[in-house]
C-alpha cells in the first residue's frame, strides 16, 4: 500500500492527471470488491412481514411509484419503465415488452396494496415524482420544495434524499447537497449515483481531494454493479451512474492546483479504504418500516384475490393492461386460444400480442430445452409474490400444495388421455396438437416431469390404449405444438373420469404371457424386414425398435390399418402373445408382399408399394 501512496506523490509531481486517475479507480475498485465480499459472508436478519424493500424501483431504488410491470415480472416506477435495462439473464428485451404495452398501465393490485399498507410512503414517492417533474422543466426552487416535503413524509427513501440534493447543488447548497447525499449513500450503500452526489457537493465546497475519493468510490460501485449484473440471475439494477473517469480526472487536475497537493492527494488515497460505518443500515420510520399495522395487512388481504379463482393470488402475473391472474388461471385462458383472440378476463384487453411472444421465446429456448412451451414464459410479478409470501406464508403455502395436486398430470394415480388413434409400443407417433382441453393437458405432462400420456382411439374403443412417451415438444407461435412421441407400453382401462375437458383413468398394464425367453422362429425374419422397411422408407417410417418384441408394431404400421392395429394390440389372441403377434404380422407381409415372404428375398430392394398403408396421428 505504501509503494501506491509513492506512485501517487510520483504521478502529483509528474501532472500525470489520466494515470492518477486510473490509479485512484483501481484502489476503489479493490476496496468495493473487498466490502462486496465481506457483505456476501454476512448472514442477513430475518425478514420481516411485508418487508417494504419488495416494494422498491429497481431502477431509481425509491419506493414504488405508479408502479407498472414489465414482461419480465420487474415492477418499476411507471417514468423509469422507459430507462429499465434488465440484466443480462432475463429472459425477455425490453423493447418487445414496451411494444406489446407493457410498461404503460399502473399495476393494480400493488397499487392498492401499497398504498394500504404505506400510505406515508407512497404519498412521499408521489410528491418525489412531482419534484423530478419541475426539476426536469428547469425550476429547481419548486423541486427542492416538492422534495423537501417528501423527505418530511418520508424522510428515508434514498432516492429523495439523491434527488435533493443534486437541486440544491444546481441552488448552490453546497453544505445541503452534501448532507442529503451523505443520508442517501447511508440509505443505499452500493449505489454508485449517491456516493456521485457527495462528490458534486464536496467539489461545490471546494474540497477537491475529498471529490476525488468520492468519486472514485461512485465508479468502483459501478464496476462492482456491473460484473453482477452480467452473472445469471444477477441483481437487475440499472446502470445509472453519471460518474465517469472524466469526471474523477477533472476532479484530480483541481485537488494538483493546491500547495499541498502531494500530501492531501495522498491522504485522499489512503481514505479510499476507510470504513462503512457511515453505509449502516436504516430503518425506515413509521409505516415506512420494514412491516405494516396488522390491521393493515388485513385489509390488503382482500385485494390479494384473483379474479379468476377467486383465491390468494398464486405465482401472481401481470398483464400488459395492469390486471393481475394466478399464473396457473392465465395459462388456461391462453390454452384457450385456438378459434378466438385470447382476452383479459377483466377489462378484454387483447392478449394475441402476449401470447405469440410466450411461445416465440418458448421457442428460441427449445435447443437447450426440449420441453420449452408459452406456459413456462409466463413471468412471476417478483414485487407481488415477496409481499404475498412474506405477509401471508402460511396461507401461501397451503395454496401452493392445493395449486400443485391440481395441476399433476397423474393425478391420485390416474393418467392423461389423448383419445385420437392407436399408439403402439416402440413406433413413433407425431401429434399435431390444438385443441384447449390437449394444450393443458400437454402443459401439465411437461410441467409434471413425467412427460407422458395415454392414447386411445376412442369410440367404441375405450377398454385398452396405450402410453406414450414425450421425446420432442415444439412450441409454435400461435400456442398449437407438434409432439414427437413413442409408444412405451400398452394398458388397459380400469376407470374413466374426465378433468378440466380432458379424459383421465385408472389403468393397468398388460404383461405378455410367454413361455420360455419369449422369442419366436419369425423374429430374425421380422427384424430383417424392419430393415428393410425403413431403407425404403427413409425418415418417414422411423428406425426400427430395438426391442424384439415391438417389431410386429413397427411392421404393422405399413400393412395393417387402424382397425387391425388395435386388434394386434388388445385382442384376445394376441394381447399377451408376442409369439401370436409375429405370426400374424408375418402372415400379412406374405400376403401383401409375397416376393418377401422368404429369407433371400427381405435383402432385396422392394418392387411393390406400401406407403399408402402408413397411418397418421
Request: charged residues 25%.
Amino acid at each position: 500500500m505504501a509503494m501506491a501512496s509513492d506512485q501517487v506523490g510520483q504521478l502529483v509531481t509528474s501532472g500525470d492527471v489520466d494515470a492518477l486517475a486510473q490509479l485512484f479507480e483501481a484502489k476503489a475498485v479493490e476496496v468495493a470488491r473487498v466490502n462486496s465480499l465481506r457483505a456476501a459472508a454476512t448472514v442477513p436478519a430475518e425478514e420481516q412481514p411485508l418487508d417494504i424493500t419488495a416494494a422498491t424501483c429497481p431502477h431509481c431504488r425509491g419506493m414504488l411509484f405508479a408502479p407498472t410491470t414489465l414482461l419480465d415480472g420487474t415492477t418499476v416506477c411507471s417514468p423509469c419503465a422507459s430507462k429499465w435495462a434488465p440484466s443480462a439473464s432475463a429472459a425477455f428485451d425490453a423493447q418487445v415488452g414496451a411494444d406489446i404495452g407493457f410498461g404503460t398501465n399502473v399495476n393494480r393490485v400493488l397499487s392498492q396494496v401499497l398504498t394500504k399498507c404505506f400510505p406515508s410512503a407512497v404519498t412521499a414517492a408521489a410528491l418525489r415524482q412531482e419534484g423530478t417533474t419541475h426539476f426536469k422543466r428547469g425550476d429547481v426552487v419548486a423541486a427542492e420544495a416538492s422534495y423537501g416535503r417528501s423527505v418530511g413524509v418520508c424522510p428515508h427513501d434514498p432516492t429523495t434524499m439523491s434527488n435533493r440534493s443534486a437541486a440544491r447543488f444546481k441552488l448552490g447548497d453546497a453544505a445541503g447537497a452534501l448532507a442529503d447525499a451523505e443520508a442517501a449513500a447511508a440509505l443505499a450503500p452500493s449505489w454508485p449515483k449517491a456516493m456521485f452526489r457527495q462528490g458534486q457537493a464536496l467539489a461545490l465546497m471546494g474540497q477537491p481531494c475529498a471529490a476525488s475519493t468520492a468519486f472514485a468510490r461512485s465508479l468502483a460501485l459501478q464496476h462492482d454493479a456491473d460484473r453482477e449484473r452480467r452473472q445469471p440471475n444477477g441483481p437487475q439494477h440499472t446502470s445509472d451512474c453519471i460518474a465517469t473517469r472524466k469526471t474523477l480526472a477533472g476532479a484530480l487536475e483541481a485537488a494538483l492546483k493546491a500547495d499541498d497537493a502531494s500530501a492531501a492527494l495522498r491522504a485522499a488515497f489512503e481514505n479510499l479504504g476507510g470504513d462503512d460505518d457511515e453505509a449502516a443500515a436504516v430503518q425506515l420510520p413509521g409505516d415506512a418500516g420494514a412491516a405494516a399495522p396488522t390491521v393493515e395487512l388485513q385489509s390488503a388481504r382482500e385485494d390479494l384475490d384473483c379474479s379468476l379463482c377467486f383465491q390468494l393470488l398464486f405465482r401472481p402475473t401481470t398483464l400488459a393492461c395492469g390486471h393481475v391472474t394466478c399464473t396457473p388461471c392465465l395459462t388456461r385462458i391462453l390454452d384457450h386460444a385456438f378459434d378466438r383472440e385470447p382476452l383479459c378476463p377483466m377489462c378484454r384487453a387483447q392478449l394475441g400480442p402476449f401470447l405469440t411472444e410466450l411461445n416465440r421465446e418458448a421457442r428460441r429456448r427449445a435447443p437447450t430445452n426440449r420441453y420449452s412451451h408459452g406456459g413456462q414464459m409466463v413471468a412471476e410479478t417478483v414485487a407481488l409474490s415477496k409481499i404475498i409470501e412474506s405477509a401471508f406464508g402460511d396461507e401461501y403455502r397451503a395454496r401452493a400444495s392445493d395449486v400443485a395436486d391440481d395441476e399433476a398430470s397423474e393425478h391420485h394415480s390416474e393418467i392423461p388421455l389423448f383419445i385420437c388413434s392407436v399408439g403402439m409400443p416402440g413406433v413413433e407417433c407425431p401429434l399435431h396438437v390444438f385443441e384447449p382441453r390437449y394444450r393443458l393437458m400437454m402443459r401439465r405432462c411437461l410441467e409434471s416431469g413425467h412427460a407422458r400420456f395415454g392414447m386411445v382411439l376412442g369410440g367404441d374403443h375405450m377398454e385398452y390404449g396405450t402410453l406414450l412417451d414425450i421425446n420432442q415438444f415444439e412450441q409454435l407461435p400461435d400456442g398449437r405444438s407438434l409432439v414427437k412421441t413413442v409408444g412405451a407400453s400398452r394398458f388397459k382401462i380400469l376407470s374413466l373420469s374426465e378433468r378440466d375437458g380432458y379424459s383421465v383413468g385408472t389403468v393397468e398394464m398388460i404383461q405378455d404371457v410367454e413361455v420360455d425367453d419369449n422369442s419366436t422362429p419369425d423374429d430374425e425374419y421380422l427384424m430383417r424386414v424392419g430393415q428393410y422397411l425403413k431403407r425404403a422408407a427413409g425418415d418417414r417410417l422411423g428406425d426400427p425398435p430395438e426391442n424384439v418384441e415391438h417389431l410386429p408394431f413397427y411392421i404393422a404400421t405399413v400393412c395393417m390399418d387402424q382397425e387391425e392395429h388395435y386388434n394386434l394390440c388388445f385382442g384376445d389372441a394376441t394381447r399377451t402373445s408376442h409369439s401370436e403377434r409375429a405370426r400374424q404380422v408375418r402372415e400379412r407381409i406374405a400376403q401383401l408382399l409375397p416376393e418377401l415372404d422368404s429369407d433371400e428375398a427381405v435383402g432385396q430392394p422392394m418392387s411393390g408399394s406400401w406407403s399408402d398403408g402408413e397411418s397418421e396421428s
